[in-house]
Every structure is written in C-alpha cells, then in structure tokens.
C-alpha cells in the first residue's frame, strides 16, 4: 500500500510539472504576441499568467519535499525528485523573464510602439519557444533525442543573440544622447536568450532523469 501511494504522488508530480509547462508555454505566447503588437496594455494578462507560474512552483516544491519527507523514496525516485524542483525553477524563470519582456515594452511611448520590432527578436523568441516545448515533450516521454536536441538547439540562439547585440552597437554608433530603444532591444534578447538557456537546463535535467548523468559534469550523481 505505501508504495502505492509513492507512485501516485509521483504520478501527481509529473502532472503537476506539466500543466505548469503548459501555464508557462501560455506566458510565452502571451509575450511574443505583446512584442509582435508592441502593445504594453497586454502586458497585464502576461502578469496574471506569471503569478499562476510562481503558485504552481510553490506546490510542486511542497510537493516534493513531501515526498522525500514520507516516502523515502529509492535513488531513481530520488533524482526524479531532485530533477523536479530543478526543472520548476526553471519553468518559473522563463516565465519571469516574459513578464520582464512585456514590462520593458509598456515604457515604451505611442510613438515608439508604431516601430517595427527587429525581426532577430521574434525569430529568437520563436526558437526559445519551440526549445521549451520540446524540452516539456521529453520530459512527459522520458525522451533523451528530444532532450539532446534541445540542448543541441541552443546555439543557434545564441548566435541570434550574438547578432542582436552587433546590430544595437552598430545603430548606436556616433549617438551620444538619450537612451535609444536599441539599447531596450539588446536587453530583451538577453532575455529571450536566457530562457532559452533555461529551457536548455530543462533538457539537461530529464538527461539526468534517465541516464543519471549531468551533461554539465558528465559524471553520474550521487542521488
């Protein structure tokens, strides 16, 4: 009976895990639509979305401690668990970086909303969504090829980003007064190029789930 009752927590964790995943995948579309629209009123909705993030990561901590506390759960469990609390942390970061994208666009004034967003930005945000995404499937299906994919993905934004700030000093060369908007572009790649490192370490946790090795290390755990 007790070990029924393990497995049906744990059965409650993942799906907790995931209907954050899918809160969170909500956030981001919410502020790729923002940035498309370059529209800060929207913004609120993003705010409403972010809270439900953080209440969802403070259930599944509790959850999980839970479960270490009563279960005693054996070395598999154990770094489902550890992997868990990792992941959640994570997820409730992309979701703060969102919320700092959509806060950054509502400074913004009518004007500067009438300008056409650099396309780098949207490409980066629609990488950085997909990464997540699938980082969320492999999780659901203890999938590693989707978990290195993602892991293999995360250049490329990279790159993106790389670019981005190249494109913002080049616009910036020879001003020498105010706080032109490249300067508010190059901080929102930053952090769209951080949750794409988020949904990178993701990736690298359900690697953790299955193989017991941390691509950071590539030394097993001692979990």
């Known amino acids: 009976?007790?070990?029924?009752?393990?497995?049906?927590?744990?059965?409650?964790?993942?799906?907790?895990?995931?209907?954050?995943?899918?809160?969170?995948?909500?956030v981001l579309g919410?502020?790729?639509?923002?940035?498309?629209?370059?529209?800060?009123?929207?913004a609120a909705q993003v705010k409403e979305l972010e809270l439900a993030v953080d209440r969802y990561e403070h259930r599944l901590e509790d959850m999980c401690v839970n479960i270490i506390a009563l279960?005693?759960?054996?070395?598999?469990?154990?770094?489902?668990?550890?992997?868990?609390?990792k992941i959640v942390t994570d997820m409730e970061r992309i979701s703060d970086q969102c919320y700092d994208i959509c806060e950054m666009i509502r400074t913004f004034s009518a004007g500067e909303r009438q300008d056409r967003t650099p396309p780098y930005l949207f490409e980066m945000m629609r990488r950085a969504r997909e990464m997540f995404n699938l980082a969320l499937q492999s999780f659901a299906e203890g999938d590693v090829e989707k978990a290195a994919a993602v892991?293999?993905?995360?250049?490329?934004?990279?790159?993106?980003?790389?670019?981005?700030?190249?494109?913002?000093?080049s616009n910036l060369s020879g001003r020498v007064t105010g706080i032109p908007r490249e300067v508010d572009y190059m901080?929102?790649?930053?952090?769209?190029?951080?949750?794409?490192?988020?949904?990178?370490?993701?990736?690298?946790?359900?690697?953790?789930i299955r193989t017991g090795r941390h691509p950071d290390s590539g030394e097993e755990k001692d979990v």
């Open 151 to 169: 892991c293999g993905s995360d250049d490329a934004v990279d790159r993106l980003f790389s670019q981005a700030v190249a494109e913002g000093c």
């Open 30 to 42: 919410d502020t790729m639509h923002v940035l498309r629209a370059m529209n800060g009123e929207d």
């Open 71 to 85: 279960q005693q759960p054996l070395a598999s469990d154990l770094r489902t668990i550890t992997a868990a609390l």
């Open 187 to 208: 901080f929102i790649a930053k952090y769209i190029e951080r949750i794409a490192d988020h949904a990178t370490n993701i990736a690298e946790w359900v690697l953790f």
């Open 1 to 26: 009976m007790p070990r029924n009752l393990f497995e049906r927590e744990m059965q409650q964790l993942r799906a907790g895990i995931l209907d954050m995943g899918h809160d969170v995948d909500m």
